[in-house]
């Protein structure tokens, strides 16, 4: 059973910068991809960004030159650099993960991000 847990949400101002990370326990081999979804309120979650173990990543339109995905492989820890916040950014944002690929998804209780001035 693999847990995460998120950290790093909070206020921050237009233009501002937040960084979110997510920590996996419960795999003793490195994850197959992590990443980042989120929902607004009245909205559908929607994937932001995801990052498998051979590097490869993929972003949401909305967020690409604003946010960076990264990963420490031996820490089962996957982090999301958000620069240049907007308000239409907030949103709860969920790290998930996939042990393998095809595998189902674990998720995180989620981190609340406030953009507001």
């Known amino acids: 059973q693999v847990q995460l847990v998120e950290s790093g949400g909070g206020l921050v101002q237009p233009g501002g910068s937040l960084r979110l990370s997510c920590a996996a326990s419960?795999?003793?081999?490195?994850?197959?991809?992590m990443g980042w979804y989120r929902q607004a309120p009245g909205k559908q979650r929607e994937l932001v960004a995801t990052?498998?173990?051979?590097?490869?990543?993929n972003y949401k339109d909305s967020v690409k030159g604003r946010f960076t995905i990264s990963r420490d492989n031996a820490k089962n820890t996957v982090y999301l650099q958000m620069n240049s916040l907007k308000p239409e950014d907030t949103a709860v944002y969920y790290c998930?993960?996939?042990?393998?690929?095809?595998?189902?998804?674990?998720w995180g209780k989620g981190t609340l991000v406030t953009v507001s001035s």
């Open positions: 998930y993960a996939k042990l393998v690929a095809g595998g189902i998804s674990y």
């Open positions: 419960g795999s003793s081999f490195t994850i197959y991809a």
């Open positions: 990052k498998t173990s051979d590097t490869s990543t």
